[in-house]
């Protein structure tokens, strides 16, 4: 049935558009009519750009009616994580800094969603400036996880994962920094891809870290992630830490031959502080992909237990520096009450910023002060390196690594906000694949006792994605964990 698309794949979306079954214009209207429905509970959004959506399905129902060629993802709707640019249309970062604050420009991503005809339907909510692990720190509001509405949906990018889980757009892009896609695709039972480092444009993505930002995207399966990911990714002359290579023709990756192929899971992160349910799916997953023919071997990663207090220290101190544009005088919010320059600068960064980022600020700048920068920035740095000889190692001997994206499934929000450390330790299974700068996904793999969905991390070498797509495809093929929200 036609009302029934908006829960489908983006491919059974193109093949009834392409069958005339239903216009790129009426695929909006279900999908505006399931975000008025489900917006209220869920709060996904921060702001809806139908005028932009429409505009481009306008387009998507002319070629069709001339018969011309279609962009694979034409006409497929998308969620935009609110920390893109997109011309004319707010992008917030989810603060109050940024609350008025309207793009002149559009990200590359942006651009290239255009070419490819794939209508933006809103800018989804996200932790401040992309700070956090559930979405809780947004200045505007929480976004909750459309498979309980107590839970939260992961972070930072959780609107953009509630918005897919959800059905209110069939996909959606996100920006991972510590494992931002990755950590609320797993909460909300979806696949998120965080690409090579480069692979795609960071033009137009209000920075955080800017050595470890990448785009990606969020789809309910395999195929439909692996699809946006090609319409997103390429050498952008904008970015100067673009990859000026040729980009892969993901969809020729999803097949099942993976006979043969080396796995390793990574014993660090498969320990005692792993919830029993997380931990007896990734142990099936292995069996899985065993019963497939991959080969499945233990590995190391022996300075994992240093990465978290690394990403923190770099993070913050790139977060330091890179937020020290927001002064209430280029853009943005402005303290309306300030006597001088300076306690105007001080006014609008005490009153735009949340407790999230200011903390952060200030670890940062300590981080980075004379006195401070060799015991703590410098030795992070050659930390950094030492945790990525450590992945260079286990690559020699495998094609993939495989482990938990997170130790636990969705937690109860509210439960973790007062405790920072409690939140970052979350990020322990997905932050060392920024810091190696290596490609990483996360795919649904089970359900704890709670009906919560389990995430199973796939990493890949630098430029790995194919065969990481090939891997997380076979897996979805012979296994059935992909399921919609009941809202
Ligand atoms: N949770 C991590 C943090 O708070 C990662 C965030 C991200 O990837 N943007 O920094």
Redesign the pocket.
């Known amino acids: 049935m036609k009302d029934d698309l908006i829960f489908k794949t983006a491919s059974a979306q193109r093949k009834a558009l392409l069958a005339k079954e239903i216009s790129a214009k009426e695929l909006l209207d279900l999908t505006y009519e399931r975000i008025e429905k489900t917006e209220p509970q869920v709060e996904s959004f921060n702001s809806l750009t139908k005028e932009l959506a429409y505009e481009t399905a306008k387009c998507v129902d002319e070629k069709i009616s001339k018969g011309e060629n279609l962009p694979l993802l034409a006409g497929v709707p998308l969620a935009l994580k609110d920390n893109m640019c997109a011309k004319n249309s707010f992008t917030t970062a989810s603060s109050k800094i940024l609350a008025n604050f309207k793009s002149p420009y559009n990200a590359t991503v942006v651009e290239k969603l255009n070419e490819n005809l794939i209508p933006i339907v809103g800018k989804a909510n996200l932790d401040e400036f ?4 559930s979405t809780e720190n947004s200045a505007t509001k929480t976004t909750k996880n459309p498979w309980n509405l107590n839970k939260v949906p992961g ?2 990018s959780g609107g953009s994962a509630a918005a897919v889980a959800a059905c209110q757009s069939t996909l959606a892009l996100g ?6 896609i990755r950590l609320p695709a797993s909460f909300c039972g979806i696949v998120g891809i965080k690409p090579t480092y480069g692979r795609v444009s960071r033009y137009g993505l209000i920075a ?1 870290a800017s050595s470890l930002d990448q785009i990606g995207p969020f789809a309910r399966n395999v195929e439909d992630a692996a699809l946006l990911l090609g319409a997103i990714a390429g050498h952008d002359k904008n970015d100067q830490t673009s990859i000026d290579l040729p980009v892969a023709d993901y969809s020729k990756a999803l097949n099942t031959d993976v006979k043969g192929l080396k796995i390793g899971f990574v014993k660090e992160l498969l320990s005692e502080g792993t919830q029993p349910e997380v931990k007896a799916a990734i142990e099936a997953a292995l069996k899985s992909y065993e019963a497939m023919g991959a080969e499945i071997v233990e590995v190391s990663i022996p300075h994992v237990k240093y990465s978290i207090g690394v990403y923190y220290i770099l ?1 913050t101190a790139e977060a330091s520096s890179n937020l020290a544009r927001f002064d209430g005088v280029k853009y943005g919010y402005r303290t309306q009450e300030a006597e001088s320059l300076i306690e105007m600068y001080k006014k609008t960064r005490a009153e735009g910023f949340g407790d999230e980022v200011k903390r952060r600020i200030m670890l940062g700048t300590y981080a980075l002060s004379s006195g401070y920068y060799d015991a703590y920035y410098k030795k992070a740095q050659q930390l950094r390196t030492i945790i990525k000889n450590d992945f260079d190692k286990v690559f020699e001997k495998v094609d993939l690594m495989v482990t938990p994206t997170c130790p636990t499934t969705a937690f109860d929000i509210g439960s973790k906000s007062s405790d920072p450390l409690a939140m970052y330790l979350m ?1 322990i299974c997905t932050i060392t694949s920024n810091l190696a700068g290596v490609p990483a996904m996360s795919i649904p793999c089970g359900f704890d006792n709670d009906g919560m969905p389990i995430g199973l991390q796939l990493i890949a070498p630098i430029l790995g994605e194919e065969t990481m797509i090939k891997a997380a495809y076979s897996f979805e093929q012979a296994n059935d964990f992909n399921k919609i929200a009941k809202l």
């Open positions: 992309a700070m956090g692990s972070g930072s920006s991972d920094t510590g494992g931002s955080f993070a990020d």
